[in-house]
């Protein structure tokens, strides 16, 4: 007598799947799991627990299946799932972009609090402007522009596929008419007469010689937003070196970093003429961020001949 067909359910699919993915080393089994069940059903990982003994058909298990088997195989739950949160937000992701990390959000909480700090602008001044290099799926610009009205900012990648992704999340966020998109290396499509009063950047800061052993996952992704060059500061030497040239008086570099800068990035920094340079630790103590700050501006004089007068002067 032939066995009875195994009916499965989500609660079934979970259990099954977290013990293989544990097996073959996937992070987070669990979560993953039910992020890919989620994603294959088209609902949210809640319903998978309110539907927990209702059986699956056959096209529901055969997308989840292809999913668990590209997961296992080291592609990204991110990229089989095509989205990421970063700061509140959804962003689209696949291949042509790094996937935003949580870490990185203390960039974004760092680069508001330095615009907060800034004085007001005069009547008819310009708005204040941020500028975002190797914005990739365009988190942190968008992060910048939600998080601070009004802010204008522009953000730069030398990727063609990643500003197409980036595009389409400021305009899926509500931020495209707050974000500028220009196509290049670093500075080299800004205007040369354009000033920010914050640069951010998540910039290719890993060392070469340790792309071989990063997680198979982050070897997925593209490479370009990776490798530093050999000592990972290659592309922070021409960022901090031109920096200056671009912020307002007062202005803030802020940029992620990698462990071993927690010396030599603040140095270049100041070599390059900021005044001060920080580097600060993520929750988990590692150095995460150097913000750099060009010398503020002298306090406005009055204006010749209104010192000390008065009506009847």
Same mark, same amino acid.
């Given at each position: +007598? ?10 079934? %699919? ?17 979560? =993953? ?73 203390? %960039? ?28 990739? @799926? ?15 900012? =522009?953000?730069?990648?030398? @990727? ?87 912020? =307002?008086?007062?202005?803030? %570099?802020?940029?992620? +970093? ?56």
């Amino acid at each position: +007598m032939a066995e009875p067909e195994t009916l499965w359910t989500p609660l079934k %699919l979970l259990g099954w799947t977290q013990g293989f993915f544990a097996q073959k080393g996937v992070d987070s089994p669990r979560l =993953t799991a039910e992020l890919l069940l989620a994603h294959a059903l088209g609902c949210d990982r809640v319903r998978l627990y309110l539907d927990f003994d209702k059986p699956l058909g056959d096209p529901e298990l055969g997308r989840f299946r292809e999913l668990v088997k590209r997961r296992a195989a080291g592609e990204p739950t991110a990229y089989l799932t095509g989205a990421r949160e970063f700061y509140g937000h959804r962003l689209a992701v696949d291949a042509r972009v790094l996937i935003p990390r949580p870490e990185t959000e203390q %960039l974004v909480e760092a680069a508001l609090a330095e615009l907060a700090a800034r004085p007001p602008a005069g009547e008819g001044a310009a708005p204040a402007a941020a500028l975002d290099l190797g914005t990739g @799926s365009g988190g942190l610009a968008i992060a910048l522009a939600l998080g601070r009205p009004g802010l204008q900012v =522009t953000a730069v990648d030398v @990727s063609p596929g990643a500003l197409e992704v980036a595009r389409a999340n400021a305009a899926a966020l509500g931020a495209a008419a707050a974000v500028t998109f220009l196509q290049g290396d670093l500075f080299g499509p800004v205007p040369p007469g354009a000033r920010f009063d914050v640069i951010v950047s998540n910039p290719p800061y890993v060392p070469s010689g340790e792309l071989p052993g990063l997680s198979r996952e982050v070897r997925r992704e593209p490479a370009l937003a990776l490798d530093g060059g050999p000592d990972g500061l290659a592309v922070l030497r021409r960022l901090v070196a031109a920096a200056p040239r671009f912020l =307002t008086p007062g202005g803030a %570099l802020l940029l992620e +970093m990698h462990e071993t800068h927690l010396d030599s990035l603040p140095a270049l920094c100041r070599a390059a003429g900021f005044a001060t340079a920080e580097a600060r630790r993520d929750l988990a103590g590692l150095p995460r961020l150097t913000v750099a700050r060009l010398a503020a501006p002298p306090p406005s004089a009055p204006a010749a001949g209104m010192a000390g007068s008065g009506p009847g002067a």
